[in-house]
């Protein structure tokens, strides 16, 4: 009886902790108490594959559907549709309308003249939902179109084929199709990539990149997407929409689904019908129980990890924009069929130039390609989140193209290995733009684009990043089908591609330091890259005995990383070992790659000369920047310089949305598109990095944390380790470690701001 009670009084301690966790986050909603204009005054939503843009005008409720998977022939990643909603009356006209977040319930509410209107995106299925409902005694009457603006076959002009950005060929924009309904309460639409065009992007870049002996099925040719529409209480009004009338409560399903490989257009509409009737979506115990079911998952989701900010306007605004990036993430491509797209997530909208419309939401600066530079920043974050299955979309896309790189190094080098460019094809290739739309009788290993030519330290990344995600998880299921395919592949390339000096050490040329000194000899980006992984790799368990003697080797044929010292013999790092100054082509510190992604230097290298080293030559960096995918913030954070991380994030809160944009994180572009992905991502890993730090079992709490900032958090921590704090006026009141062995490792940097 006495254990009963205790498990019963546990439960409730946690349902406690789990409400006020909510209630903290909730604050962080976001609530507008005005219509908007056109889709830039629209809010995020989504389940991760599965997206919306939503936004109210004078004349109805809109929002554009997305889906991570809907590319179309030029690798364009496309809306799958448009839809608009009327309710008699236009009840959001009226004073009292209010469209709010509900960021810890999944969903958004639209509310006005009795009337409201509930938005979520299933968690656990792929249909969208939309709940109209009215506390009056009246019923009501509305309509719900499918609007489609892809109505011809056209060929996109040279400003708007930016949105295309990678192929050589013109951009061919193709019609949705209607289909003609055979229910009388359903819409059917769909985009199936045309077979008559000239050729897709996969064919392309297969045909002129010479990847040798590589045989894969093309990914965009038989590719269909689309919806299928349905509404309780509703009928067919014409093809494209539906109308209801005489009840006090409709509820409008959209299915969305893609068929990477269709057989037929009839397949596809024959396999959504079906999982509309699976779904069961006009039973109202069904949909209670997806509905209890999903909001089950986003509790879960914001019960992980939090960070929890409210003593001023200003540290508010700190810990809405961190819960919100994090929304955004899980909403806008998080748990996809690919990664997060840099360049909007799933969340571009009409483009306007000076305010006047231009191009529709399928228009995105720097298309459907992947930069992994771009690409990193909230895969990082999601280790401390504990957002670990939303990292699986970016690891399986990279090891899914081994095959196809692995060829490619065979065709154009004749030797074993592979790398990854920093530009690609979702499938492994450059972008064809990228690689050369002319050869001229260039060498087929000679790639056209000056900045991306020999920048291969993304996969180097990306192994650091999967050994994270290993020191957290401990999944050895995960070692052995991702990191030791790709670490084998990788460091083989490494160590048959470059040759060594007379000293025996390794000479890594032709290459290139990022895209900025774009001619260099042991660029330090690489030569850090594989001074982190290589040890880390020879630690893990059941490495195979080939593999520790190849490494080990590598490791010591490697040169140190490089440095100089100036005038008064003080050491720092440098761009590479050698470089050209004339060179020079972009705005990155490559010095500073040994702090992040690679932390060789950090204040928890016990090593003062080291730190030291980094120091200076953070102080010496040639291009200080506090915006987009600029990593100021973080190299700062690691190196435990309190005041520049906190002026860095403060200049990151200033900076003005893009025109006629409302929600918080919707930033205007600086190097990519609107929503600038980076420019929130690197935010929130610097407050991670700000607030906590670990190295093996070390972790640091405090690092970089500025006095008079209250704060409380849950973040994860290497060994399936969870860390709680909270500070209050520079004390620490509470601190929970999961498991309580793990305690034992905390530690409180000296000088930290917030102590015991």
């Not at 929002?63 to 549709?81: F, P, Q």
């Not at 929409?241 to 009839?266: E, H, M």
């Not at 064809?432 to 991306?452: F, H, I, L, T």
Request: aromatic residues 12%; charged residues 15%.
């Amino acid at each position: 009886t006495h254990h009963m009670r205790a498990l019963a009084w546990s439960f409730f301690i946690l349902l406690f902790a789990t409400a006020w966790c909510q209630q903290d986050i909730a604050q962080y909603d976001v609530v507008w108490t005005s219509l908007s204009a056109d889709s830039r005054g629209s809010m995020p939503i989504g389940n991760g594959d599965i997206a919306l843009n939503v936004w109210t005008q004078t004349d109805g409720l809109y929002m554009y559907i997305a889906k991570s998977d809907a590319y179309d022939e030029n690798s364009r990643l496309l809306k799958v549709g448009k839809v608009k909603i009327v309710i008699e009356g236009n009840p959001f006209t009226s004073k009292d309308f209010m469209q709010q977040t509900k960021i810890t319930e999944g969903a958004l509410k639209i509310q006005g003249g009795g009337v409201s209107v509930d938005v979520w995106v299933d968690a656990n299925n792929p249909v969208v939902n939309i709940d109209i409902y009215t506390t009056m005694n009246t019923s009501l009457s509305y309509m719900v179109e499918s609007i489609v603006w892809r109505t011809i076959r056209r060929t996109l002009s040279s400003d708007e084929a930016n949105s295309a950005h990678g192929i050589c060929f013109d951009a061919i924009e193709t019609p949705d199709i209607i289909v003609p309904s055979t229910s009388d309460s359903s819409v059917v639409w769909y985009h199936q990539n045309s077979k008559t065009t000239q050729q897709t992007a996969w064919q392309e870049s297969i045909n002129m990149q010479q990847n040798g002996n590589f045989k894969g099925e093309d990914p965009l040719l038989s590719r269909i997407f689309g919806c299928h529409m349905s509404a309780t209480h509703s009928k067919l009004q014409n093809q494209t929409t539906l109308i209801g009338q005489g009840s006090r409560v409709y509820n409008i399903s959209i299915v969305v689904f893609t068929d990477p490989q269709a057989s037929s257009s009839q397949s596809w509409v024959d396999q959504i019908t079906k999982m509309a009737q699976q779904m069961d979506l006009a039973n109202d115990t069904a949909k209670a129980a997806s509905k209890n079911q999903h909001q089950a998952w986003w509790s879960s989701f914001w019960d992980a990890s939090y960070v929890i900010m409210n003593g001023s306007w200003t540290t508010f605004q700190i810990g809405q924009i961190y819960t919100l990036q994090r929304w955004m993430d899980a909403c806008g491509g998080g748990r996809g069929k690919f990664p997060i797209k840099f360049n909007g997530l799933l969340f571009t909208t009409d483009y306007f130039v000076n305010n006047v419309y231009t191009y529709s939401a399928d228009f995105r600066m720097w298309g459907g390609g992947y930069w992994f530079q771009n690409t990193r920043f909230p895969y990082w974050a999601m280790l401390m989140n504990g957002d670990y299955d939303m990292m699986m979309p970016l690891f399986s896309m990279y090891v899914d193209m081994l095959p196809l790189v692995q060829a490619r190094t065979d065709s154009w080098f004749a030797h074993d290995g592979a790398f990854f460019s920093e530009t690609l094809w979702p499938w492994g290739t450059y972008l064809d733009a990228d690689y050369g739309c002319e050869m001229n009788k260039r060498p087929k290993w000679s790639v056209d684009n000056q900045w991306m030519r020999y920048h291969i330290n993304g996969g180097l990344e990306l192994i650091a990043m999967m050994l994270a995600y290993y020191d957290h998880t401990q999944d050895d299921n995960f070692l052995q089908k991702f990191i030791l395919p790709m670490s084998e592949a990788q460091l083989t390339f490494f160590d048959q591609h470059y040759n060594v000096d007379l000293n025996g050490q390794k000479v890594l040329t032709p290459a290139q330091s990022i895209e900025t000194w774009q001619e260099a000899i042991n660029p330090l980006p690489d030569i850090a890259g594989l001074h982190f992984i290589i040890p880390k790799l020879l630690s893990l368990p059941s490495i195979p005995t080939p593999l520790q003697t190849s490494w080990t080797s590598l490791l010591k044929q490697l040169p140190s990383v490089p440095q100089a010292t100036n005038s008064s013999g003080q050491a720092y790092l440098t761009p590479a070992g050698s470089w050209l100054t004339n060179s020079l082509h972009n705005s990155e510190n490559p010095e500073l790659y040994a702090v992040f992604p690679f932390p060789l230097y950090t204040i928890l290298n016990n090593n003062t000369n080291d730190y030291n080293t980094a120091l200076n030559a953070y102080e010496r960096r040639l291009f200080k920047c506090d915006h987009g995918w600029c990593q100021d913030l973080l190299v700062a954070a690691l190196l435990g310089l309190t005041n520049d991380a906190q002026q860095l994030l403060l200049s990151r809160l200033k900076y003005p949305l893009g025109q006629g944009y409302r929600f918080p994180t919707f930033y205007n572009h600086f190097f990519d598109f609107i929503p600038e992905e980076d420019h929130g991502a690197v935010a929130q890993l610097g407050i991670q990095y700000m607030l906590m730090q670990t190295s093996g079992r070390q972790i640091v709490l405090f690092p970089s944390w500025p006095s008079g900032w209250d704060v409380r958090f849950r973040l994860h921590a290497p060994l399936q380790t969870t860390v709680e704090a909270t500070c209050q006026g520079g004390k620490i009141v509470h601190l929970d470690v999961q498991p309580p062995a793990r305690k034992q490792d905390v530690q409180i940097r000296n000088g930290a701001s917030c102590t015991l």
